[in-house]
């Protein structure tokens, strides 16, 4: 099923379902059920998916998707924002993401813009993208504070318990 067909030349598909893949990068024949083909240069299959739970439950927490939600509305709130990074991941099961702190990096730079204080507490900040870096520092010169912690933050109904490498608990 088609769902849209994007100016750039993107096109999502939605609930279809892949027969044969032919070709190579920059040259892909894609066979679908019922007989279409679609040529392509790039394919990305996302089979779905749900956020991982980030245990971090107690009111004003929520998740990135949200937030761009929220942003995406120019829904108004009240205070400031404070994202903690790497919440259930970097352990033994499960290593970076290499998203989340560019998409932190994207969505903190919006809410300065909005006039919002902004915290970023984190394991360490992975700018992997391009242009990730440069977003890093210009948020960091607009006021973003970037605080390290050493364990994992604990949400409580007082707030927002962190231990850093050098302060102890803020």
């Given at each position: 099923?088609?769902?849209?067909?994007?100016?750039d030349?993107?096109?999502l598909?939605?609930?279809?379902?892949?027969?044969?893949?032919?070709?190579?990068?920059?040259?892909?024949a894609?066979?679908?059920?019922?007989?279409d083909?679609?040529?392509?240069?790039?394919?990305?299959?996302a089979v779905?998916g749900?956020?991982a739970?980030?245990?971090?439950?107690?009111e004003?927490v929520?998740?990135?998707?949200?937030?761009?939600?929220?942003?995406?509305?120019?829904e108004?709130?009240?205070?400031?924002?404070?994202?903690i990074?790497c919440?259930g991941v970097?352990?033994d099961?499960?290593?970076?993401?290499?998203?989340?702190?560019?998409?932190t990096m994207?969505?903190?730079r919006?809410?300065?813009?909005?006039?919002?204080e902004?915290n970023?507490?984190?394991?360490?900040?992975?700018?992997?993208q391009?242009?990730?870096?440069e977003?890093y520092t210009?948020n960091a010169?607009?006021g973003?504070?970037?605080?390290r912690y050493?364990?994992a933050p604990?949400?409580?109904?007082?707030?927002v318990i962190?231990r850093?490498?050098?302060?102890?608990?803020?």
């Amino acid at each position: 099923e088609l769902i849209a067909s994007l100016p750039d030349g993107v096109r999502l598909i939605s609930k279809g379902r892949v027969r044969e893949v032919r070709g190579a990068v920059g040259d892909f024949a894609i066979q679908l059920e019922g007989g279409d083909e679609i040529r392509a240069g790039v394919v990305i299959f996302a089979v779905g998916g749900e956020p991982a739970p980030h245990g971090l439950e107690a009111e004003g927490v929520i998740t990135s998707l949200e937030l761009d939600r929220i942003l995406a509305s120019n829904e108004s709130f009240e205070g400031p924002v404070t994202f903690i990074q790497c919440v259930g991941v970097r352990n033994d099961r499960l290593g970076c993401s290499r998203f989340c702190c560019r998409k932190t990096m994207q969505q903190a730079r919006r809410l300065r813009e909005k006039g919002k204080e902004v915290n970023v507490l984190h394991r360490d900040i992975m700018t992997f993208q391009r242009g990730a870096e440069e977003l890093y520092t210009r948020n960091a010169d607009s006021g973003v504070r970037f605080i390290r912690y050493e364990e994992a933050p604990r949400v409580t109904e007082e707030g927002v318990i962190v231990r850093n490498h050098s302060d102890g608990e803020l």
